[in-house]
Structure formats: structure tokens, C-alpha cells
């Protein structure tokens, strides 16, 4: 535990329930009304909740923290209004968050760890491995704040940004279900998607779930010894084992399962490659999402050019694939993969030095 005050804002209303009544030893309807200032509300402090009494709301702050993040930098994008926050949780670490506007409707990228331990060769936000796992009421208010401070509604969800949300499975999943339950945001399960390097055991834990959320998986490469040089945990899993529970996540959730593919030059983005995914994803009711790499400093990694992007798409969709290429957002405020949380942590080293 971080605090040894109890994470209320972590809790289910059934949990909260419990807690309030056989903890606390106060009437059950109490327990609505504090989660409604949580979740609905949104209320940074026990003090806001004006229909609780002064005693209980002191009881409150005695016993339990009302966690919520800080924002310490935003930045918008003048190309098309992305916004990238950078919020600091209540040990001082910093994570980032993006905001991303659709047609149909705004969507939030969380961050579901501090840093990550997958190592994947492409990715800035692995650099200094993992610090910490992120509890449940930290992924939840990344979107609450972003909620809050845009002053419009977040309707979409992608759990897709600094760490491996398997690998902080049960904050994860208890993330998930307070935000897409009444009361609460009661965001819709289908406009939740997380994104996995494929960590197999936990796909069928989350398959055996039945949430209607979508599956994204990063493949990024069409065999297993091209994946191993990309991605370290291509070393435990296999990309037929990840398949294998892939079809097994639609068997339960009837759910269209997306594949991330990011084009790195000269690395996987071949005519072959093009020809072998395609193979690879026959007759599998998937999406296909190709995102051209994002340099990163500390790697020899380039992006594949465009016209080649939408050769390699068009290839694919010859052999009746269905792909998009991700649409870059947010590119003048480095909104991509772990980039500015980055740039702003050894600032503050240099700051410190
Ligand atoms: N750990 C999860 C989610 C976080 S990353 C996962 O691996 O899926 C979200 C997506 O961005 C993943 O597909 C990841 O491989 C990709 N990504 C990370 N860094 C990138 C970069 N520099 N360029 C392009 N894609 C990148």
C-alpha cells in the first residue's frame, strides 16, 4: 500500500458497501452517496461532499484517502487539439495522459503503469523499467481529470498508454468495472480497449471475464525470431500461443480483435512481411492497425515512408484484410508513446543537478 489509509476510490459500491457499514459502522446509503461525489462528480476532497455530515466527513479523511492526481503540465496541440497532460500522483511520480478528439466522440489514452518491465526495443516509456504498479482510482482519475479540466465528456477509453495493462491485471479489471457501471461514468464496455504485448495467461483470464471490451494486441511482427528482436517477451510467448488465445477471447466475447502493427524501415515492413501477416490473420474477425514507429532517440529505428505505409495497407487488403493506418495525433507535442513524460523526467534531473 502506498498510504495506509483505505484507497476508497478503488473500491466497487459493493466493496464500499461493506466497508462503510462493518468498518465504519455507518447507515449503507452512505456509501452511494460518497461513491456519486467519487465517481460522478468527480470531487478532489472528503470536504466537498456537503450532504455528509462534518463527523463523518472527518472520519473520512481520518481513515481514508481520496486519491487524485495532480496536473503538473498540458500541453494542446495547435494541428488538432490533442491534449497531453502529465500528472503527478501522490508519491510524486509522474505519468502521462492523452486526450483525443473523434468525430465520434473524446477519447482518453491512460498510462496503467509507472513505466514498464516489457522492454520492447521501439518504446520510450520502457526505458527506465517499471517504478510502480498504478492502483485502480489513479487509471480512473487520469480520466476524471481530463474530464474535468476539458470540461467535456470522455466517451472512449484506450488503455494504451505508458505500461503493460496485463501485467496490472487486477487494478486493471477493477478499473474497468467501476468505470463502465452505473453509478459512474457508465462508460460503454464496447468503448473500452486495452492494449497488450500478449501476455497469454492473463488474454484467457480477461476472455473468461466476458467484458464486451476490445482486445488490442501489439504484434508488430509476422514470426517469432523477427518478433523476439523487437519485443523481449516474444522470448515467453509464442505469436501462435498468442493467436490460439486470441480465438479463444472471441469464443467468449463475440468481440472483433484489433492487431497493432508498427512499421519500422527495413525491420518488418516488407512486401513479404505484408504477404505473411495477411496469412497469419486468415480467417480471424480481426482489424488490422498499422502505426508508423515514432523514433525514438535512444534507437536506430526508422519510420517506413508513407507511400510504402499505403502499400503495405493495400497489400494486405488485397488478401481481404481489414486495416487501418493510425491517423498521427498531436505530433508537435510529442503526444506519442512515453515521449514527453521522458523529456519531462530528465528535465527535472537536469532541474535538480
Ligand atoms: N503495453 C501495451 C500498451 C502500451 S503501448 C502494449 O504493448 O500493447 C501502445 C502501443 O504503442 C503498442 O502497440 C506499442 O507497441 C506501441 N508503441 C510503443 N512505442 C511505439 C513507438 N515508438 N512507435 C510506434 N508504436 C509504439
Not at 487501418?324 to 530528465?346: H, P, S
Request: glycine content about 6%; charged content about 30%; hydrophobic content about 35%.
Amino acid at each position: 500500500m502506498l498510504n495506509e489509509k483505505t484507497d476508497i476510490k478503488s473500491m466497487t459500491l459493493s466493496e464500499l458497501e461493506v466497508f462503510i457499514t462493518e468498518v465504519l459502522g455507518e447507515k449503507k446509503f452512505r456509501a452511494k452517496q460518497i461513491y456519486e461525489w467519487m465517481h460522478v462528480r468527480l470531487v478532489d476532497s472528503f470536504d466537498e461532499m456537503t450532504n455528509l455530515s462534518k463527523d463523518l466527513r472527518k472520519k473520512l479523511s481520518e481513515r481514508c484517502v481520496l486519491t487524485h492526481l495532480e496536473i503538473v503540465e498540458k500541453y494542446v496541440s495547435a494541428i488538432d487539439g490533442t491534449a497531453k497532460y502529465l500528472f503527478k500522483l501522490s508519491d510524486d511520480r509522474i505519468i502521462e495522459s492523452v486526450l483525443m478528439h473523434y468525430k465520434h466522440g473524446n477519447s482518453v489514452c491512460i498510462s496503467s503503469q509507472v513505466g514498464c518491465r516489457m522492454g520492447c526495443r521501439f518504446c520510450a516509456s520502457t526505458l527506465g523499467g517499471l517504478e510502480r504498479q498504478m492502483l485502480a482510482s489513479e487509471m480512473l482519475d487520469e480520466i476524471y481529470q481530463i474530464q474535468k479540466d476539458s470540461g467535456e465528456r470522455v466517451s472512449n477509453v484506450v488503455v494504451m498508454g505508458t505500461g503493460e495493462p496485463l501485467d496490472n491485471y487486477d487494478a486493471l479489471v477493477r478499473m474497468i468495472e467501476i468505470l463502465t457501471h452505473a453509478p459512474g461514468l457508465d462508460i460503454s464496455q464496447r468503448n473500452v480497449t486495452v492494449s497488450t504485448c500478449g501476455l497469454v495467461p492473463k488474454i484467457y483470464e480477461l476472455a473468461d471475464l466476458k467484458m464486451q471490451i476490445t482486445l488490442a494486441i501489439s504484434l508488430h511482427a509476422v514470426n517469432d525470431e523477427k518478433r523476439r528482436e523487437l519485443m523481449p517477451i516474444a522470448n515467453t510467448y509464442s505469436i501462435e500461443e498468442i493467436l490460439k488465445a486470441c480465438r479463444y477471447y472471441y469464443s467468449q466475447n463475440n468481440r472483433r480483435i484489433t492487431f497493432e502493427y508498427s512499421l519500422v524501415k527495413g525491420v518488418n515492413d516488407s512486401r513479404e512481411d505484408a504477404k505473411a501477416l495477411a496469412a497469419l490473420l486468415e480467417g480471424m474477425n480481426c482489424h488490422i492497425n498499422l502505426i508508423p514507429v515514432n523514433p525514438i532517440e535512444e534507437r536506430d529505428y526508422r519510420q517506413t515512408e508513407a507511400d510504402a505505409v499505403l502499400k503495405f495497407k493495400n497489400m494486405l487488403e488485397k488478401y481481404g484484410r481489414n486495416v487501418t493506418i493510425r491517423r498521427e495525433m498531436g505530433r508537435d507535442i510529442q503526444a506519442a508513446c512515453g515521449q514527453l513524460r521522458k523529456k519531462y523526467m530528465e528535465q527535472s534531473v537536469k532541474r535538480e543537478g
